[in-house]
């Protein structure tokens, strides 16, 4: 996802593409195209695309289940997770915690779970809707402030992998973090400010980060994304130039 500019394919052979769709903040994967006639819920000053294989989201995170359910969190009066079926049926999904208004990061689990980012906390939902943290407090050793983003550690984007492992990109440090089962916490990544990693994605052992050069202004067009891939032997390589 490129803010400025709209949705882009890396093909395997390194060529960049265009894609459908709007240039929203975030999207979930529709390989099956499960949602692709979906009629979305009407949210002033929001709104859900189906382009394809994705589907974005204007304002909130989003994410497809293990159940095969759309969520995304809503605020009315209290911050819900909300669960949209392909026919367009609603229901929440669990009440957060807390005097939250909006998340920074949500990534479907193992077992029907979902995990989700609050500035410098992780939770978890599980299949039954129940609430509890895997961490807070999450703190950044020699943490580089990055411009234009809320301030440290400011957890976004993260990804679950099936052993629970947790990747989850520390904007606001330039870092990107891993949780493992235990709690702890060390860096897989870090960078030079301006640039900052936003998203992540886990396949095949490996790992995919989205990277923004961030500006203090408001002009999408200067936040220049790029992709980087972590092999499971460590090399990285920069998919985009």
């Keep these: ?34 949602f692709a006639r979906t009629p979305w819920p009407s949210i002033p000053g929001a709104e859900f695309q189906s382009a394809g294989d994705v589907v974005l989201s204007s304002d909130f995170p989003a994410a497809i289940g293990g159940d095969g359910a759309f969520y995304f969190p809503r605020f009315s009066g209290q ?8 026919d367009g049926a ?26 989700y980012t609050e500035d410098n906390a992780i939770r978890k939902i599980n299949a039954r809707g129940v609430v509890t ?10 943490c580089t402030v990055i411009p234009g983003t809320e301030g440290p550690p400011n957890l976004r984007g993260l990804a679950v992998s099936p052993d629970g492992t947790i990747y989850v990109a520390a904007s606001g440090c330039g870092a990107l973090l891993k949780i493992d089962t235990r709690g702890n916490v060390s860096k897989v990544l870090w960078m030079n400010s301006p640039w900052s990693p936003t998203a992540v994605a886990v396949a095949n052992g490996e790992l995919y980060v989205l990277e923004y050069l961030h500006t203090p202004g408001d002009n999408r067009r200067e ?15 920069m998919l985009t130039k």
């Design 223 to 237: 936040w220049i994304p790029r992709v980087r891939k972590i092999q499971r032997d460590g090399t990285q390589v």
């Design 1 to 34: 996802m490129d803010t400025g500019r709209g949705v882009f394919v890396i093909e395997r052979d390194g060529n960049v593409t265009r894609h459908e769709g709007q240039a929203f903040h975030w999207f979930a994967f529709d390989p099956a195209k499960r």
């Design 133 to 142: 943290t895997v961490k807070e407090n999450v703190s950044v050793p020699d």
């Design 90 to 115: 609603s229901s929440v999904r669990a009440t957060l915690p807390g005097s939250l208004q909006w998340l920074n990061g949500l990534a479907a689990g193992p077992q029907n779970t979902l995990y």
């Design 79 to 86: 911050l819900r997770m909300m669960r949209i079926a392909p």
